[in-house]
């Protein structure tokens, strides 16, 4: 590879020619750097390969090749990683991200998460994007979408910031005009659409050459979506009425559904929604289909369109018995915030009947299932859990979600792909989410091997983001640092706000 600090050669070659720095030393220095020794799973689903060495430069993976065929030019720093395994830093799907500055965007980095799609852009998310490009933040690769478009009235009221609703074609053309000005990534479609905006938002939305992705609206069935472009499709809640043999009649329920515009609570306009929406889905998953359900998802595969199930806030929601009183991670958070999350979970889930839980209980079993059974299809699934949801920690509610796909029934390596070039497809980053020359140099160094284990992923040895090199020590020492920094946050004026989607939940 002429040009770059590894060449190849026939015989036995040595790094010890190189200035060899230890595992445990400083990411900081310049010029070419060399990852050797480690087991690499590059993210394609290849075999795992032993003794490699990966070279960085300039941000970019310029080298790889096995350890023992290698030679390093003179200067080139190393790092042996003899025992680690390497892979391509993770990516999150689906957040919604809310904090402090000198906290969410270096937590998604120390915890393995290189790249993320934000769900519900604003202001303050191409700030930080503008930071880290320019090398004055610490933060992952970040793909930004619209204000959410909602139809009228929306399930989001004012208490949770801006939301763009739309009541006919001509007003939804014009929101996805004014997105794209703002600088938006792709076009954020929710629930409450009606069928005409929805499609005309699909139609500007390709006229102006923007992706449109989220909620499939309560008015158009998954199929429709999908031959209308729509990316991903986010959450499970419309895959169940889809799948159904009682679809015709849900659909008629689900058109009777209100939301009172006069509502100023986000919590209390989404509390009514899932009880009114509780009884379909329950209705749905008694009457699920399989031969409806494998038509849909071999078309959902051939259209090339994406599923990302967030099970983790599915799991928050659905099941709030088994949310953890206190998490390692808390720690990272201001202490306000994670107080406030009993109480908005409360807000979401309260007044559940003994029988409503035992049915929510067999609701998310069922999306379990259904997960599995989209993977088997070939249907592209994308790791993802709704951050900003209570109870979601930015970075480390990555790793849960992976162990909930393999709950699913996926394998390690099939989580994995989920999580980074399944990813990357799917938020458009040609050059991420793989370990191969050319590549974007995001990548993860763990301690343990994840495919015999997906939880080995939470045991982090090192983290390289953009071409940074983040030692153990280093992350130790930045994670305090984000520890300080959330302990010294204060309480916003109007108290903790909820600002993930709060979907998979139901009264």
């Not at 009682?246 to 306009?269: G, N």
């Not at 015999?452 to 020492?477: A, C, K, L, S, Y």
């Amino acid at each position: 590879m002429t040009g770059t600090a590894l060449t190849t050669t026939a015989s036995a070659g040595t790094a010890s020619a190189a200035g060899t720095e230890p595992a445990t030393g400083t990411g900081t220095g310049t010029g070419p750097l060399a990852l050797t020794h480690v087991t690499v799973i590059d993210g394609s689903g290849a075999p795992a390969a032993p003794d490699m060495t990966v070279v960085i430069e300039d941000g970019r993976i310029t080298g790889l090749a096995p350890s023992t065929r290698t030679r390093l030019r003179p200067g080139t720093r190393t790092v042996d990683l003899t025992g680690k395994y390497l892979m391509p830093g993770l990516i999150e799907a689906h957040t919604h991200s809310d904090g402090p500055e000198a906290v969410v965007p270096a937590l998604y980095v120390l915890a393995g998460v290189t790249s993320v799609r934000e769900m519900r852009g604003q202001p303050v998310h191409h700030e930080w994007r503008r930071k880290i490009r320019g090398g004055a933040l610490l933060g992952p690769r970040w793909v930004i979408g619209s204000p959410i478009v909602d139809g009228l009235p929306s399930l989001w009221a004012a208490d949770v910031g801006p939301t763009i609703e739309v009541g006919d074609a001509a007003e939804a053309r014009r929101a996805v005009r004014r997105v794209k000005r703002e600088g938006a990534d792709f076009v954020k479609v929710y629930s409450r659409l009606s069928r005409e905006a929805y499609f005309a938002i699909a139609d500007e939305a390709r006229r102006q050459g923007l992706p449109h992705l989220g909620h499939c609206p309560d008015t158009v069935p998954i199929a429709e979506a999908s031959a209308a472009g729509h990316r991903s499709i986010e959450h499970l809640h419309a895959l169940l009425l889809s799948i159904s043999r009682h679809e015709k009649e849900i659909r008629r329920r689900l058109a009777a559904v209100r939301i009172d515009p006069r509502d100023p609570s986000s919590l209390s306009r989404y509390h009514s929604w899932f009880q009114q929406v509780h009884p379909l889905e329950w209705q749905a998953v008694r009457g699920y289909d399989r031969g409806r359900a494998d038509a849909l998802f071999r078309s959902l595969a051939a259209a090339g369109t994406t599923v990302v199930p967030t099970l983790s806030v599915h799991r928050t929601l659905e099941l709030p018995d088994e949310v953890p009183s206190r998490a390692e991670e808390w720690k990272y958070l201001p202490a306000w915030q994670v107080e406030s999350w009993p109480d908005q979970l409360a807000a979401l889930t309260g007044g559940r009947t003994p029988e409503q839980r035992r049915r929510i209980r067999r609701i998310f079993a069922h999306r379990l299932r259904l997960v599995g059974e989209l993977h088997g299809t070939g249907v592209r699934l994308a790791a993802g859990t709704d951050t900003g949801t209570g109870y979601l920690v930015p970075g480390f509610a990555l790793h849960d979600e992976l162990a909930l796909l393999v709950a699913a029934g996926l394998t390690p390596a099939d989580a994995l792909r989920a999580a980074t070039r399944d990813a990357a497809r799917t938020l458009g980053l040609p050059a991420v989410g793989t370990v191969a020359p050319g590549h974007a140099a995001d990548l993860l160094v763990l301690d343990a091997d994840p495919l015999r284990d997906i939880r080995n992923t939470r045991r982090i040895h090192g983290v390289v983001v953009d071409g940074r090199w983040i030692p153990p020590q280093e992350r130790r020492h930045l994670l305090a640092e984000v520890e300080q920094a959330a302990a010294r946050t204060p309480e916003p004026e109007a108290g903790a706000a909820l600002t993930g989607c709060g979907c998979g939940g139901h009264p």
